[in-house]
């Protein structure tokens, strides 16, 4: 993703919290309308890929794997496992959670 311009602004964590109540109050059909257009195709792209590379890691798939389905190179592979590795255990509990259901789906 495009780099965010690294001036602070005034009540910056006000905002970021500001920006998450306002998605959870439109229903899921909205979310997606405004990300839809808040975002770039491009950008929609790689956080797709981001999210989907972190299922595959939880579900220890092979960074040769990975690269091959995605077209990443290694080293976004190992920053994002970076991050895993460094990440609250609740995250960890959300992709489990997203990932079992995408198996769920997958037998249907």
Same mark, same amino acid.
């Given at each position: 993703?495009?780099? $965010?311009? &690294?001036? &602070? $602004?005034?009540? #910056? #964590? *006000?905002?970021? &919290?500001?920006?998450? #109540?306002?998605?959870?109050?439109?229903?899921?059909?909205?979310?997606?309308?405004? !990300?839809?257009?808040?975002? +770039?195709? @491009? #950008?929609?792209?790689?956080?797709?890929?981001?999210?989907?590379?972190?299922?595959?890691?939880?579900?220890?798939?092979?960074?040769?794997?990975?690269?091959?389905?995605?077209?990443?190179?290694?080293? @976004?592979?190992?920053?994002?496992?970076? +991050?895993? *590795? &460094?990440?609250?255990?609740?995250?960890?509990?959300?992709?489990?959670?997203?990932?079992?259901?995408?198996?769920?789906?997958?037998? !249907?």
């Amino acid at each position: 993703m495009p780099k $965010v311009s &690294q001036k &602070q $602004v005034k009540g #910056e #964590e *006000h905002l970021i &919290q500001k920006f998450w #109540e306002d998605i959870n109050v439109v229903s899921p059909a909205e979310r997606m309308t405004y !990300f839809e257009h808040l975002l +770039t195709p @491009t #950008e929609v792209m790689m956080l797709a890929k981001r999210a989907a590379i972190f299922k595959d890691l939880i579900n220890k798939r092979s960074y040769v794997d990975i690269s091959g389905e995605y077209g990443v190179g290694v080293n @976004t592979i190992s920053r994002l496992s970076n +991050t895993l *590795h &460094q990440a609250l255990p609740d995250f960890i509990v959300i992709l489990t959670k997203l990932s079992s259901k995408d198996e769920k789906k997958s037998w !249907f």
